[in-house]
């Protein structure tokens, strides 16, 4: 079955770290990946998409993801966090191009 | 510009009674879903809709039910609830196709009791 997995699910670090999430998938063929953030009390937004093409991808707010093909991976980064980055970031996928899943998220606190 | 919107914001209902959630999308959007968001579980897929009169079940579909009679709506219906089905709910829509993203509604927080 189509999956996506989140291996961290908390992570802390100070304003000005860099900060690299990962996320695997495990669909075969085509796939779809994107990255979301959810702050808090509101809903799910779009940070960056991956289709086609250049497989490194660059979202809103100076976040970028490489797809790595060979390795299942879509990571999500940023060189430098801000305290308004404190969100929960969710890896999603979609083969077939019907099913949307996501994974189980995690949760980026960055302290000023 | 309305987007997707949802329909209740907040709801507490007692064990065994039943409602239905509202999704209402105005994109002209085919694709339509409903997802339940649990802490440290993510969004987990309940049920999905591709096109009008279409529905097909997500990952965790057990004591829901669906309805696509429209294309601008999607309706999720909880027959007789549960406390296991206390969690936040959101819809998202897309077009469908190479890929597009989903936009999602503001969630519906339920509680059974």
């Known amino acids: 079955a189509q999956s996506v997995s989140q291996h961290n699910h908390h992570v802390i670090l100070s304003e000005a770290a860099s900060l690299e999430l990962g996320c695997n998938y495990s669909y075969g063929g085509t796939v779809n990946l994107f990255w979301y953030v959810q702050y808090p009390g509101q809903h799910l937004q779009l940070l960056l998409k991956y289709f086609s093409g250049d497989p490194l991808v660059k979202g809103i707010k100076g976040f970028e993801a490489e797809f790595i093909k060979s390795k299942f991976s879509f990571n999500l980064r940023k060189p430098s966090v801000q305290w308004s980055d404190t969100a929960e970031y969710f890896c999603a996928g979609n083969t077939g191009f019907q099913k949307l899943v996501f994974g189980t998220g995690t949760r980026l606190l960055v302290s000023p | 510009n309305a987007g997707v919107t949802q329909t209740p914001k907040f709801r507490v209902l007692k064990t065994g009674q039943s409602m239905t959630l509202l999704c209402a999308q105005d994109?002209?959007?085919?694709?339509m879903y409903w997802y339940r968001q649990d802490p440290g579980m993510g969004l987990r897929l309940i049920h999905y809709?591709?096109?009008?009169?279409?529905?097909a079940k997500g990952e965790v579909p057990d004591g829901y039910n669906v309805s696509r009679l429209k294309k601008q709506n999607f309706l999720l219906g909880l027959e007789s609830a549960a406390p296991s089905q206390t969690s936040v709910y959101f819809c998202?829509?897309?077009?469908?196709?190479?890929?597009?993203?989903?936009?999602f509604g503001q969630g519906t927080r339920l509680t059974v009791v």
């Open positions: 994109m002209n959007h085919e694709y």
């Open positions: 998202a829509s897309r077009t469908g196709g190479d890929g597009t993203e989903a936009f």
């Open positions: 809709s591709v096109g009008e009169g279409t529905t």
